[in-house]
């Protein structure tokens, strides 16, 4: 029988279907959840991808993949919870484009049961999420990232600065775009308004998901200029080995 809870809450998985009926999440099932593909070692250690198999004779926890010897990025260590395909791309969209803001809590969540695994020993500072353009802000009606931000803020006990780095420009989306079409929309596009908010202090950025980086980095760029004295990157999801760039 449907009540009048179905309406807010809807019964259906938004991934698979499946009744939620009993489901301890809004919007997602149990066996969905449980099948969201986290990140596990071995990792690059500066930004975080996956390696499919540990580095041939490198036992070492600090080897780095060949972008970031490469192309050193400007931050010093990016993490995500996941990996961004099958379930948690769809949570992720379904919280994005379709504003359930349900759904930010379970996810900041996840944000904090990996908190310590991804960053002891590092002493943070303070949280920043990566910004929306106010004109994007009102096409999605809400902020995930600083959303995310403020949960994990809370519980973690590490207080967020939510405009501490505004989007000064608006840049067009940054799907569809290759990697140095991404470095070039983004430049120029964050300004730190409130250097005394991050100067020496270890910064760690939130936002939703870690595709090429572009925009992370020039976030990071901005906040280096500022004064930071550490820039770290904690996402959702991440897209792995081989994914497009
Ligand atoms: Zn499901
Ligand atoms: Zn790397």
Redesign the pocket.
């Given at each position: 029988m449907r009540t009048w809870l179905d309406f807010i809450l809807p019964p259906f998985c938004c991934v698979c279907e499946a009744s939620t009926t009993g489901a301890p999440i809004p919007w997602v099932c149990r066996t969905c959840w449980d099948n969201i593909p986290y990140i596990k070692p071995p990792l690059?250690?500066?930004?975080?991808?996956p390696f499919a198999a540990p580095p041939e004779g490198i036992a070492s926890p600090l080897h780095?993949?060949e972008?970031?010897l490469s192309h050193p990025?400007a931050f010093a260590q990016a993490r995500a919870v996941g990996l961004y395909h099958g379930t948690l791309q769809h949570i992720i969209h379904v919280m994005k484009y379709r504003s359930v803001y349900g759904l930010n809590r379970p996810l900041a969540q996840l944000l904090h049961h990996q908190f310590a695994a991804c960053w002891t020993p590092i002493s943070i500072d303070v949280l920043v999420s990566v910004p929306l353009h106010r004109r994007r802000l009102w096409q999605r009606e809400f902020d995930q990232a600083l959303a995310l931000a403020r949960h994990l803020s809370q519980a973690v006990q590490i207080p967020c600065e939510a405009e501490a780095l505004i989007r000064q420009r608006y840049t067009q989306s940054q799907v569809g775009l290759n990697l140095m079409e991404r470095d070039q929309n983004v430049r120029g596009a964050f300004a730190v308004q409130r250097p005394q908010a991050i100067r020496g202090k270890a910064v760690l950025l939130i936002d939703d998901v870690y595709t090429t980086g572009a925009t992370v980095k020039e976030c990071t760029r901005v906040l280096r200029r500022a004064g930071a004295e550490w820039v770290g990157v904690y996402t959702l999801a991440r897209v792995g080995a081989g994914a497009p760039h």
């Open positions: 690059c250690h500066q930004c975080g991808a780095r993949c972008t970031c990025p």
